[in-house]
Nanobody, 119 residues
Framework: EAHFVESGGDLVQAGGSLTLSCAAS????????MGWFRQAPGKEREGVSC????????YYSNSVKGRFTISRDNAKNTVDLHMNSLKPEDTARYFC????????????WGQGTQVTVSS
């Protein structure tokens, strides 16, 4: 059974930075793309970023492009999301999940970590 542990969420001022980390287990990590999505109260789920299995090709939503960077370590089964220039509209619960392909929906995901950006 796949298991994800997200960490790093916090309360931060606008313009600040955070790094979210996800430790995954229970499946062959390098057989899946990995990504992050977020959900704010009353809003639809939004895919934030995804990184491919082997070659590190990464994808970003337009709302975070240029500010967020995703990375993965296949030796440690971890995927990180480095977030810079945070805005109040980035406030949401962030979830780490595995994907068959970055173009699809997540197969499963963790409990999430809360990011709150104050203005």
């Amino acid at each position: 059974e796949a298991h994800f542990v997200e960490s790093g969420g916090d309360l931060v001022q606008a313009g600040g930075s955070l790094t979210l980390s996800c430790a995954a287990s229970g499946f062959p990590f390098d057989a899946y793309a990995m990504g992050w999505f977020r959900q704010a109260p009353g809003k639809e789920r939004e895919g934030v970023s995804c990184i491919s299995k082997y070659d590190g090709v990464s994808y970003y939503s337009n709302s975070v492009k240029g500010r967020f960077t995703i990375s993965r370590d296949n030796a440690k089964n971890t995927v990180d999301l480095h977030m810079n220039s945070l805005k109040p509209e980035d406030t949401a619960r962030y979830f780490c999940g595995r994907y068959g392909h970055c173009s699809g929906d997540p197969v499963d995901w963790g409990q999430g970590t809360q990011v709150t950006v104050s203005s």
